[in-house]
């Protein structure tokens, strides 16, 4: 679905929604039910083919003899053909029974917590929602309930997920509104919308992943119906989503207090620019430093969570509420959830909580809290000393090779690929912020270079100035090449600011292009007996570099190395490499590998050899030999 087009139905089903609420949910299930209905459909319909042959066998088993001789004339298509189908089945199957994996954290028991679990147990019943079967406390500057199924699409486990940063960070009061918001989401006020939706997302997408695996050979089954069927139930769920959203505020309010959650809100937009813009940034100015890593990472993270400056949450809030309620996003802006809470008018900037003098930690954790910390603090400095090394020597190197750009750019003898390696490498140390006025001189001196007016015009947007508009216009203008990229972060950039008429301009750009790159990557998936093939464009020391590599294996008699006929990205060739084995005896060569596991090896030892795709000329793919013959120096390797 085109974005406009999104758009436009997401505005007519938010009116739609507001005037027949109780209609507007029915036509959301009714499309959950048809999702589930086609997936359904998929199955038995397939179930249906070995039910018939087993009605053949027991009524006319005769007519399935005949059948199956006349199958077995035609072998090398119907056994290829059997394995795909029951792979098909097979995995519609499997993601109608696959387990799920539990969320990660550290389940705590309510003796360990009493007053917390005697909250939930208090938010639960009032708003008619499922007890968490577990609560895990986490690492994470975050709170959230998960719900996953059972197995495959059945069932329901709920799970409580409270990070000890937030709880260091909120008060009990404010804490308790975050938590009932949560809550609010599974509360039987909502109804079962979110878990139905939810799980006929996931098993789709697990079907999908499986026919991956067999090159989704029937994906005319399907595929039609995925690409309208998605885009529509996302827009009509995102609509009902995000009334949910106001929901939860409004229970939470109602449970707790409007003046906690507004507060809660805005600690954790404030506490979290401070960990991303000073906490983070002294952790990387320690990697750039230092070899060795530094320890006890995650208490300094807590302990800078306690840290306010109001200066800095002033900003930080201003920059807040000024960003719009966006269509990406089923919650509302910050702006748009204060005001409707009653907590702020629109005027001026809210009132900034004032800091915590008991945490929601040390009232709900207490003792258990240390010892969380300690088992997180340990996983954390394991973590970072797996990595710290690596990414300092890579920083030194990085510096190293930033000095000598430097060097010659003092001489006046820089490229414009120089200077823009310079800025890359000055931004990975410092900050994009850094790299600007190096940009800016790579313009001045480059005015033609689409590369560098994209560059400048990225680092400018990411930084909330609309100068950058100009020149990733400008990077367009100069080599098409860039469209995309371009076209993609002023989107970006106009959607964030609630602009959405002029980002549309922007989206159908994104869209097209994406809509190709979908196209190119879907018909380089697989091969097929009708598909057009010419001669290969490797170089002769690059086809040289395969036959040495691939010589040895005794079991290959001859490779063919061909490029497909592609319609989208044709200057991109798309090679295919045919490899043709010998016969595997029933009393010699017993020991040669099995056909799939030297296919594996084969891709395996030529993964960068620029190859998009490996057959073996057996089966369905025998008929393409003939064509070898036409095509110029396709035969690479035969063994004598």
Do not use: C
Not at 195 to 211: D, N, P, V
Not at 243 to 268: F, I, M, N, T
Not at 331 to 336: C, E, F, M, N
Not at 394 to 416: I, M, N, P, Q, V
């Amino acid at each position: 679905m085109k974005y406009e087009h999104y758009i436009s139905l997401i505005k007519e089903l938010e009116a739609f929604a507001e005037r027949d609420r109780k209609g507007y949910e029915r036509r959301v299930l009714g499309l959950a039910a048809l999702g589930y209905a086609y997936f359904f459909g998929l199955i038995l319909l397939f179930i249906a083919i070995p039910l018939s042959l087993l009605t053949l066998l027991f009524f006319a088993p005769q007519s399935l003899g005949r059948l199956l001789l006349f199958a077995i004339q035609f072998w090398w298509i119907v056994v290829p053909g059997v394995v795909v189908f029951f792979g098909f089945l097979g995995g519609a199957v499997r993601s109608l029974f696959t387990k799920f994996p539990e969320p990660e954290g550290r389940e705590i028991q309510e003796a360990e917590a009493p007053e917390l679990f005697s909250f939930i147990r208090e938010t639960t019943k009032a708003l008619k929602a499922k007890f968490p079967d577990k609560v895990l406390i986490t690492d994470e500057m975050n709170a959230a309930v998960v719900t996953i199924p059972r197995i495959g699409m059945f069932g329901r486990r709920v799970f409580l997920l409270l990070g000890i940063p937030i709880m260091k960070t909120l008060t009990p009061d404010q804490f308790k509104a975050v938590v009932a918001h949560e809550i609010g989401h599974i509360s039987g006020r909502h109804g079962g919308f979110g878990k139905w939706a939810y799980q006929l997302r996931e098993s789709w997408g697990r079907f999908i992943e499986t026919q991956e695996l067999n090159d989704h050979k029937f994906a005319f089954l399907y595929e039609k119906f995925v690409n309208w069927f998605f885009p529509y139930f996302q827009a009509y769920s995102f609509v009902l989503m995000r009334e949910h959203e106001k929901e939860a505020d409004s229970y939470a309010a109602g449970l707790v207090g409007a003046r906690p959650l507004g507060e809660a809100l805005l600690a954790l937009e404030t506490r979290g620019a401070e960990l991303n813009n000073v906490f983070w940034k002294t952790i990387h100015e320690e990697n750039l430093e230092r070899s060795t890593p530094s320890v006890n990472v995650f208490s300094r993270m807590l302990g800078s969570l306690s840290f306010v400056d109001s200066d800095r949450d002033r900003e930080t809030v201003l920059a807040a509420v000024k960003r719009p309620t966006d269509y990406n996003d089923s919650h509302p802006s910050l702006a748009d959830r204060l005001k409707m809470l009653g907590y702020w008018t629109g005027e001026d900037l809210p009132p900034l909580p004032v800091k915590a003098t008991v945490s929601a930690s040390d009232q709900f954790l207490g003792e258990q809290a240390a010892e969380l910390i300690a088992d997180f603090e340990q996983r954390w400095d394991e973590h970072i000393a797996s990595t710290w090394a690596d990414r300092h020597s890579h920083f030194e190197s990085s510096r190293k090779r930033y000095d000598e750009l430097e060097k010659k750019a003092a001489e006046g003898d820089s490229t414009a690929e120089e200077m823009l390696e310079m800025a890359g490498l000055l931004a990975e140390r410092k900050g994009n912020l850094e790299a600007l006025p190096l940009l800016r001189e790579t313009v001045e001196k480059f005015p033609e270079n689409a590369e560098a007016h994209y560059s400048l015009g990225s680092v400018l947007l990411m930084n909330d100035d609309e100068s950058g508009l100009e020149h990733v216009r400008r990077s367009m203008a100069i080599d098409i090449k860039w469209r995309y990229a371009a076209s993609d972060i002023a989107f970006q950039f106009l959607r964030s600011k609630g602009r959405f008429e002029e980002a549309k301009e922007y989206a159908a750009t994104v869209e097209s292009q994406a809509e190709d790159f979908a196209n190119a990557e879907r018909e380089r998936q697989s091969i097929s007996v009708t598909d057009s093939f010419l001669g290969h464009e490797m170089t002769e020391e690059k086809v040289a570099e395969i036959v040495r590599k691939l010589q040895y294996y005794g079991e290959i008699t001859a490779l063919y190395l061909v490029k497909k006929v592609v319609n989208y990205f044709p200057d991109v060739p798309f090679h295919v490499l045919f490899i043709e084995l010998r016969e595997r005896g029933l009393l010699n060569r017993t020991n040669d590998m099995k056909p799939e596991d030297l296919l594996s090896a084969v891709a395996s030892r030529l993964e960068n050899s620029e190859i998009g795709y490996f057959a073996l000329l057996r089966g369905e793919f025998i008929p393409i030999k003939e064509v070898f013959p036409r095509i110029p120096n396709s035969k690479i390797f035969e063994r004598e």
